[in-house]
């Protein structure tokens, strides 16, 4: 039975440990599949171990996982979920070296070391930006005036806005990227994000505190945009960031970012999607390239974001779904 830890729980580690840090780690398909990913890979006897701490702990809380895993020797590094910004926040000060997406983005999604020094990075607009491309045909900006609509402000909607909008992008970019969220601290920190950036897109950020709000706010884009659940309910949080009276554009592109738990959103999609013409996907292609860029990172190896050797990986995480 794998381990699982809490914040007041850890205990050194007897032989080379990858973290996983989380709401739920137990329900973590990657469970599974990172035993399966370690052999194919070759990363020897290594141990990955669950850490549990609730929405928006206390700072102390992420403070003494984070000392932790920098002072056990045999701790290698952690994926960070749901508390990317929570963590940063709370122990930025005890990182040796942070990379300029998580100085850029106040968020860390893996935590690495190397040559004794104890590294916070930010992969999410990396990986954000290999799942979209794998569902958002190239070109699709360019010729469509869409909008972007997310719900939810947290690390993976900074993380695709940054990526949507960056200027590198020419004129494969949305009309506008629209953000809500139950409260205004996360907004504050996207919308900083976002003008640090220096990009042109437009941010429009809406307050919704219900999902009757999200409904109004989803009505106002046009057909073809591209509408995303990136506020966890339905993995880390029973519930949707919709009501069941929420109507899709027509033919839009409806990306739910998880890929387990009671997937409400997922369900309200597919459940318009002949009627609308939706394309809808959920969260698993995000969720092998945020596991795979942060593995390559902790255990120095080259994982390709595509072709045969991710395919591989791909086929074997499938094999346990």
């Known amino acids: 039975m794998p381990r699982t830890y809490t914040w007041d729980t850890l205990e050194p ?21 990172f035993p399966l990913w370690a052999a194919h890979l070759g990363l020897g006897d290594v141990e990955m171990v669950g850490i549990n701490l609730g929405l928006h702990a206390p700072a102390d809380h992420y403070r003494t996982v984070v000392e932790f895993l920098k002072d056990d020797p045999l701790s290698l590094g952690a994926l960070v979920t749901t508390h990317k910004l929570d963590l940063y926040s709370a122990a930025r000060d005890l990182f040796d070296e942070i990379d300029p997406l998580a100085e850029l983005m106040d968020e860390v999604s893996c935590l690495s070391k190397r040559d004794g020094r104890f590294r916070a990075h930010a992969k999410d607009p990396i990986t954000a930006g290999h799942a979209l491309e794998a569902f958002i045909p190239v070109g ?54 976002h003008d ?16 009757a709000d999200n409904d109004v706010v989803m009505a106002a884009a046009p057909a073809g945009s591209i509408v995303i659940n990136a506020t966890g309910l339905g993995k880390d949080a029973p519930g949707s960031p919709l009501t069941f009276d929420g109507v899709f554009p027509e033919r839009a592109l409806v990306w739910e970012l998880n ?35 942060v593995i390559a990172e902790v255990f120095d190896i080259e994982i390709a974001p595509s072709g045969p050797a991710f395919d591989e990986l791909a086929a074997i995480a499938e094999s346990v779904r």
């Open 13 to 33: 580690a007897d032989t080379p440990t990858f973290y996983f840090i989380g709401v739920t780690t137990d329900r973590s398909s990657i469970r599974k599949v």
């Open 140 to 193: 699709y900006f360019a010729e469509n005036e869409v909008d972007v609509v997310v719900f939810g402000a947290g690390g993976s909607a900074i993380a695709i806005d940054w990526y949507l909008s960056r200027t590198e992008r020419g004129v494969d970019r949305p009309r506008q990227v629209t953000v809500t969220n139950r409260s205004l601290p996360r907004i504050e920190t996207l919308r900083a994000v």
């Open 196 to 211: 640090a950036s220096n990009t042109d897109t437009r941010l429009e950020t809406h307050l919704c505190p219900a999902p």
């Open 259 to 293: 890929y387990r738990g009671d997937l409400v959103f997922l369900d309200q999609a597919r459940a318009q999607e002949h009627e609308r013409s939706l394309t809808v996907v959920d969260g698993w292609v995000y969720f092998i390239h945020g596991w795979t860029q």
